[in-house]
T-cell receptor, first 115, second 116 residues
Framework: DAGVIQSPRHEVTEMGQEVTLRCKPI?????LFWYRQTMMRGLELLIY????????DSGMPEDRFSAKMPNASFSTLKIQPSEPRDSAVYFC?????????????FGPGTRLTVL | AQTVTQSQPEMSVQEAETVTLSCTYD???????LFWYKQPPSRQMILVIR??????QNATENRFSVNFQKAAKSFSLKISDSQLGDAAMYFC?????????????FGEGTQLTVNP
């Protein structure tokens, strides 16, 4: 299996622009997670899905952030409009709930820079 | 809510020596999982080792082992025979085993330097 795939790996944009981050989970995994990593706040969960349905979005910082999972093999995290404080590394992870360890497999992350 | 604390922002070790990274957590749950993840400069989060709370035996994976003290809510990582490739940021993480517990809660991380 190719693992969790994220695109793009790097994104540089200007303040006010729309940004879309993409994620393809491991085939068969029914949980998908979006995390954000910053120096100030560390790694924090933004939202997670179970069987394509958002379960907990309490970590989404504000209305400018939205996430969708239209099918089992694709998810997006959108920021509109983007701000410099959104600069961070965004990770997508997936897991198989019934696995005894409930291990989360992480993608390589997208480094977002908002100028 | 659960919290995870790593009190050592940075640690260093000589190649071939042993180093221990500390982690404490706070929870009212009795069943949960604990993890150590490694994040090298490539940014990829890699699972190093994991422990189920109901298992008293400490987990071991080759040169990596943990000291799990459930009563003290402590979960330290020991790296034996340190190698240059072990240099990375290490994160301790908690995950509930309960129905609603699918999120990972991470500590602040410990940056490990391995000196040749």
């Amino acid at each position: 299996d190719a693992g969790v795939i994220q695109s793009p790996r790097h994104e540089v944009t200007e303040m006010g622009q729309e940004v879309t981050l993409r994620c393809k989970p491991i085939s068969g995994h029914d949980y998908l997670f979006w995390y954000r990593q910053t120096m100030m706040r560390g790694l924090e969960l933004l939202i997670y899905f179970n069987n394509n349905v958002p379960i907990d979005d309490s970590g989404m910082p504000e209305d400018r952030f939205s996430a969708k999972m239209p099918n089992a093999s694709f998810s997006t995290l959108k920021i509109q409009p983007s701000e410099p404080r959104d600069s961070a590394v965004y990770f997508c992870a997936s897991s198989l709930r019934l696995a005894p360890w409930n291990e989360q497999f992480f993608g390589p992350g997208t480094r977002l820079t908002v100028l | 809510a659960q919290t995870v604390t790593q009190s050592q922002p940075e640690m260093s070790v000589q190649e071939a020596e042993t180093v221990t990274l500390s982690c404490t957590y706070d929870t009212s749950e009795s069943d949960y999982y604990l993890f150590w993840y490694k994040q090298p400069p490539s940014r990829q989060m890699i699972l190093v080792i994991r422990q189920e709370a109901y298992k008293q035996q400490n987990a071991t994976e080759n040169r990596f082992s943990v000291n799990f003290q459930k009563a003290a809510k402590s979960f330290s990582l020991k790296i034996s025979d340190s190698q240059l490739g072990d240099a990375a940021m290490y994160f301790c993480a908690y995950r509930s085993a309960g129905k609603s517990g699918s999120r990972l809660t991470f500590g602040e991380g410990t940056q490990l330097t391995v000196n040749p």
